[in-house]
C-alpha cells in the first residue's frame, strides 16, 4: 500500500500583500485609485525589506510591523506615509473586513447631545472615534456596556492604527474625564489593562521593627548615620531606592510564598537559609525556572546586607554563596537587546547616518519656521554630538552647566567638557576636550538657539521650560525618538557607551584600556567583561579578507 503526501488543499494558506496586490489591480476602482493602491503596497514591502508574498495581510500583526517603520529614514515624509498606510487599509478592505482609519458618521443624537457639553479638546480627541463607533453601531450613551468596550477594542485591531493599544489607553482617559465634566455621560466604568507591579508591598504593610530595620539600614548606606562605620562611599538616592524596592519585593515574595507578614521582623528575616532559598524561588518560577541578572542581582544584594550590616557569620555567607553561584551570574557583559542594537552600526549607512545626524538637525533646525519647535531641535543635535565624542551617562548630559562644564582653554578656542568626581557615579572624574567641528556645532547651538529656550540668566545646557536642567527623561525620549525618526535605529542615550566602546574596539582590537579610560570606568575588568567579543566581528571580516585575499593570489609554483 502506498503513501501520498498530505494533500496542499488540506492547508488554509494565509492571505499575503500580494494577494492584496492581486485584488486591487482587478478591483472595479478608477484606474488612478488602483495605481495609488498598489504603489502603497509595493512601498510597504520596500519598507519593510521583504516581498509582498511573505508579509501576511493580517491588519494586527501588520500594524505592529508597520510601527516599527521610521518614513524619515526611507527617503519618506510622515505625511505621504499616512497616506500610504491609508491606501493599504483600503486595499485590505478589499478582501477582510476592516474599521475605518477615521470615522466620519454623524452622530447620533443622543451622543451629539452629550457632545456639545464636553468643551475639552484633549477628551475629545480622545472619545471621538468610540462615539463615532457608537453611533454607526446604533448604541445608545444608555446601551453601553463592557461588551461594547470589548468591541470597541477589537475594532481598533482592525486598522491600521500605529498602536491600538495607545489609542485606547487614551479612551480609557477621555471616557474617565467626561464622567466627571458632563453631567448625564454614562456612569459605566472602563478599566484599561494595568501592567504595573502590583505585588510588591508597601513598607507600611510590614511591622513596624522591619520597617525601623530598613530605615537605619538607608541611613547607613546614604551616609545620614554619622556614628556607622563605613566599608564604602555613601549610595546616591537612586540607588538606595533601588535597594529598597529589592527589600520590599524580596519581603513581598515571601508573602507570596505563604509566609505571614507579620513574622517578617527584621532584615535578618530575609537571609536566613530557608527564607532566601523560598524568596528566591518565587521570582524563579515567575521567570519560567531561569535565573536572570535582576534575580542574581537581588540575592547579591542580600549577601551583601547580611556580610557588612548583619555581620552574619561566615558559614551562613558560605551557604548564601553558594546559593548564588548555583545561580549563575544571570549574564556577562551587554545584554543580547544591546548587542542587537549595536549590530545595526556594521552597516555603513547606518553609521553614517548616526554620525551626520547632529549637523543635519541642526540644517533642519535652521529652516523651522517655528523659532521654539526649531530651537528643540538644535538642542537634540547637540546632545546627540557631545553622546558621540564624549560618551557620558544621561544624568550627566542632561545636568552639564555652562558656567561649571563647558571650560576654554586659551585663546584657540579649544573646549573641555569637565564633571567633577562628585557629580559622576562612580566618583571617577570625566574630561573631554572636544573636536573642533563638535566646538563649532555647540556654540552655533548657544549663539542661536538656546537663547529661545530659557530667560536670561539661566546656565543649563540643556533647558527646560523652568529655565533649569531639562527632565533626564524628556531629554533621553527626545534623542531616542529623533534617531530613530532619521535613521531608523532603536538607540537610546546610555547605548551610545557601548556604541563607541564597539567602533573603537573594531578599529582597535583590544584596546580596552583607552576605552576604560573615555567611560570612565574604575576597573579594566568592567571594561573587559562588558565588551569581550565586541569586536570579533571586524576581527572575522579582517580574517576573511585574508582568506579571499590568497585565494585570489596565483599558486606560486
Known sequence: ???????????????????????????????RRRQEMASALRTVSRALGKPLASIPADSRRLSARLEQVSPRAIGISPGRWNNIRSHVR???????????????????????????????RSARIALSRFVRFCSAERIEPEAVTEVTFAAFRADLDNTLLTSPERVFAAFVRGWRFAQTAV????????????????????????????RQDCKDYYDRLAGRDLLAEMSSRPLRPTTVRHRDFEIRSFASALVMRGRDVATITSL??????????????????????????????????????????????????????????????GRSGLTETNRTRLRQLDDVQNLNALLQLPSKLMGIAARNRKPHRGAVEAQIAAAIEILTMAPMRISNLVNLDIDRNLVRTGPSGAMHIVIEPEEVKNSEPLDYPLPPSSIKLIERYLREFRPRLTPVGGTALFPGRGGGPKAATGLAEQISNTIRSYTGMRINPHLFRHA????????????????????GQRSINTTVRFYTGLETASAVRHFDATILKLRKEPDAQ
Not at 101 to 114: E, F, I, K, P, V
Not at 183 to 210: H, Y
Not at 311 to 323: C, M, Q, R, T, Y
Not at 500 to 519: I, Q, S
Open 90 to 120: 483600503s486595499g485590505l478592505a478589499l478582501v477582510q473586513p476592516m474599521a475605518p482609519g477615521r470615522r466620519r458618521n454623524t452622530l447620533s443624537s443622543a451622543w451629539d447631545a452629550l457632545w456639545k457639553l464636553l468643551t475639552c
Open 268 to 329: 535578618r528575616d530575609l537571609v536566613e537559609i530557608e527564607a532566601f532559598k523560598e524568596g528566591l524561588k518565587y521570582f524563579i518560577e515567575r521567570k519560567g525556572g531561569k535565573s536572570t541578572e535582576a534575580i542574581c542581582h537581588m540575592a547579591g544584594s542580600l549577601k551583601a546586607i547580611a556580610r557588612h550590616y548583619l555581620d552574619v557569620d561566615s558559614d551562613h555567607l558560605d551557604k548564601i554563596g553558594a546559593i548564588i553561584r548555583r545561580l549563575g551570574s
Open 500 to 519: 563607541t566602546a564597539k567602533l573603537y574596539l573594531d578599529a582597535n582590537p583590544g584596546g580596552y584600556e583607552v576605552v576604560r579610560r573615555v567611560l
Open 183 to 210: 453631567a448625564g455621560w454614562p456612569r459605566i466604568r472602563v478599566t484599561a489593562p494595568d501592567r504595573r507591579n502590583r505585588w510588591t508591598m508597601p513598607l507600611t504593610s510590614f511591622p513596624e521593627s522591619f
Open 1 to 31: 500500500m502506498s503513501s501520498r503526501p498530505a494533500s496542499r488543499s488540506n492547508y488554509i494558506v494565509e492571505p499575503s500583500l500580494a494577494d492584496i496586490l492581486a485584488a486591487v489591480l482587478s478591483a472595479d476602482l478608477p484606474y
